[in-house]
């Protein structure tokens, strides 16, 4: 954690994770500090033949770890991180309402189904530097589902505060009854899946575009804040004089 960053991770991060260059002194420096444990602990596992650079290393941990700025806890019981060079398919079963079980193939940029690990498109991560502020981000969505579900007890290291739970499925029935009637929503329409998608799209745009989120819904911002114990809209502007 006291360790400074290498240079190569802190160049890829300030390229690859807008939002960290954003970041008030105090909290980069944890930042780094939380990177450099978060590479040591986990393992990355390249994947299709992807040969896992520090670059990537760096970035992911980095995204990860934004997440946990705030938190007690970093991702306790996450072994590793599987790297695909591009979206990947995957294959399950699925059960439909008549009990008929089918194979199913699905391509993802993203996954996390599990307490251990979390799989992720470098292709897809790297969207997100290109297109910054737009709220499209697969790390941060993917890390945001593993620690709902730690939340809620895979983990099981930290709950949400009373009334927490309550007031979030109120803000997404809202955003239902918005979709339903077909109207403009700030989130990405796929928030409107189920309450962990629209927990995962929330906390993209939190990281990604959070003064946009504060007024487009001050409420679910005021949440989001809480869970992570952050405020990232006082984060400094990225282009605005210090
Ligand atoms: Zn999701």
């Known amino acids: 954690m006291a360790e400074p960053l290498p240079d190569g991770a802190r160049a890829a991060i300030d390229r690859n994770v807008p939002a960290a260059t954003r ?20 393992e990355f596992v390249g994947c299709n033949g992807l040969a896992v650079t520090d670059e990537m290393r760096a970035t992911i941990a980095a995204l990860a770890c934004l997440l946990v700025l705030g938190r007690r806890g970093h991702y306790d019981e996450l072994h590793s991180i599987l790297v695909y060079p591009t979206a990947f398919w ?13 194979q199913r193939r699905r391509v993802l940029s993203g996954e996390a189904w599990e307490a251990s690990r979390i799989i992720l498109s470098w292709e897809d991560v790297l969207e997100a530097a290109r297109f910054p502020g737009e709220g499209y981000n697969v790390a941060l969505h993917e890390f945001a589902h593993y620690l709902d579900a730690e939340g809620l007890g895979l983990g099981g290291s930290q709950r949400p505060l009373a009334g927490w739970a309550d007031e979030i ?17 700030f989130l ?7 309450e962990a998608e629209f927990f995962a799209v929330a906390s993209e745009d939190f990281i990604d575009r959070p ?19 952050i405020d990232p809209a006082s984060w400094q502007l ?3 004089a210090q």
């Open 211 to 229: 003064v946009g989120l504060r007024d487009a819904h001050p409420r679910l911002y005021a949440l989001l804040a809480e869970f992570y114990g």
């Open 188 to 194: 990405d329409p796929y928030a409107a899946e189920d």
């Open 238 to 240: 990225p282009h605005s």
């Open 169 to 185: 499925a109120g803000e997404f029935e809202s955003l239902l009854d918005t979709v339903d009637r077909g109207g403009f929503t």
């Open 23 to 42: 970041l008030p002194a105090d909290l980069r420096t944890r930042l780094d500090g939380l990177v450099n444990a978060f590479v040591a602990e986990k």
């Open 90 to 102: 995957v294959e399950d079963e699925v059960e439909d309402e008549a009990g008929v079980v089918e």
